[in-house]
């Protein structure tokens, strides 16, 4: 099966910014429902520091 680079490195990195978050390196949650919404809410955790940074830096500019 053929991957796009482009494509494998996004996936790469972002398993690597989820892992920082402690509870989402082991798996407890009771359903599989539990454990998509924490995912979630990680990401968004993460794209809102990352365009706060990006508005601060814009605005500095």
């Known amino acids: 099966m053929f991957i796009l680079t482009e494509i494998a490195w996004v996936v790469e990195r972002s398993f690597s910014w989820i892992t920082r978050y402690r509870r989402l390196n082991t798996i407890v949650e009771r359903t599989k429902e539990h454990l998509v919404v924490f995912v979630q809410i990680a990401f ?18």
């Not at 968004?44 to 500019?61: E, H, K, P, V």
Request: no cysteine; hydrophobic share 40%.
């Open 44 to 61: 968004i955790s993460i794209l809102s520091r990352r365009l706060r940074r990006f508005d601060t830096q814009a605005g500095s500019a």
